[in-house]
């Protein structure tokens, strides 16, 4: 159980261009998920934190209106890159806390995506 | 200085030893988590603990709440191992805390 799925896992797309990528929930409902960003050679970082049917908390540094994030359901979160540059190139992931644990509060991961920007 | 702090940050054994990769916070939290992450990127969660001890297989993950302090051990290891793991841990608002890793090479 507890599985999070990320789609697309890879994807290169040109510069000023948008990329959406997907974070879904298989096997239990997730009322928060993370979206993280990790460079190279470099820990996670939390960009901000999702809650189905409420606006995402960004942290610092995080522009909201470049980094989009829609959870529009309790299985699914989205990140949308908006007109992106070879600088937002890295690795995004997600995690989601099951709605059902509300004292471990333990977060799954997905697998990332990796994304190229040209 | 970090919040989160493990040591080493780089290890290379032979196949079969006993690892041990440590772990320091100087914050309050209430869970630990020890997370692996593979070449490829994914992550995959193999503790979360607040208090005393688990095991899983050959993995054991241990936290002493009072001195700030975890440590995963891997028993009997085998090149499969080879993997970043990363200590984070749940502090305010329940956000995760990361360690910046450690990169573990076993060698045959």
């Known amino acids: 159980g507890a599985v999070v799925s990320q789609h697309p896992s890879r994807v290169i797309c040109k510069s000023g261009t948008s990329v959406k990528i997907e974070c879904r929930s298989l096997?239990?409902?997730?009322?928060?998920m993370f979206w993280y960003r990790q460079f190279p050679k470099q820990s996670l970082m939390l960009m901000a934190t999702?809650?189905?049917?409420?606006?995402?908390?960004?942290e610092q540094g995080v522009e909201k209106d470049k980094f989009l994030i829609n959870h529009a359901s309790l299985t699914l979160s989205t990140l949308t890159v908006t007109s992106a540059h070879p600088e937002d190139s890295s690795f995004y992931i997600c995690?989601?806390?099951?709605?059902?644990?509300?004292?471990?509060?333990?977060?799954?991961f997905g697998p990332g995506t990796r994304l190229t920007v040209l | 200085k970090n919040e989160v702090e493990q040591s080493p940050q780089n290890l290379t054994a032979q196949e079969g030893e006993f690892i041990t990769i440590n772990c320091s916070y100087s914050?309050?939290?209430?869970?630990l988590h020890w997370l692996q992450q593979h070449p490829g990127g994914g992550i995959v969660s193999l503790f979360m603990?607040?208090?005393g001890k688990k095991k899983h297989g050959r993995l054991i993950a241990t936290i002493n709440i009072q001195e700030k302090h975890s440590s995963l051990h891997i028993t009997a290891s085998h090149p499969r191992d080879s993997a970043v793991y990363i200590c984070?841990?749940?502090?305010?608002?329940?956000?995760?805390?990361f360690g910046q890793g450690t990169r573990l090479t076993i060698n045959p």
């Open positions: 995690s989601a806390r099951d709605v059902k644990d509300s004292f471990y509060n333990e977060q799954f």
């Open positions: 096997d239990f409902q997730a009322t928060t």
């Open positions: 999702s809650n189905e049917g409420s606006k995402a908390t960004y």
């Open positions: 914050v309050g939290i209430s869970a």
């Open positions: 603990l607040s208090s």
């Open positions: 984070a841990v749940v502090g305010g608002a329940q956000k995760l805390v």
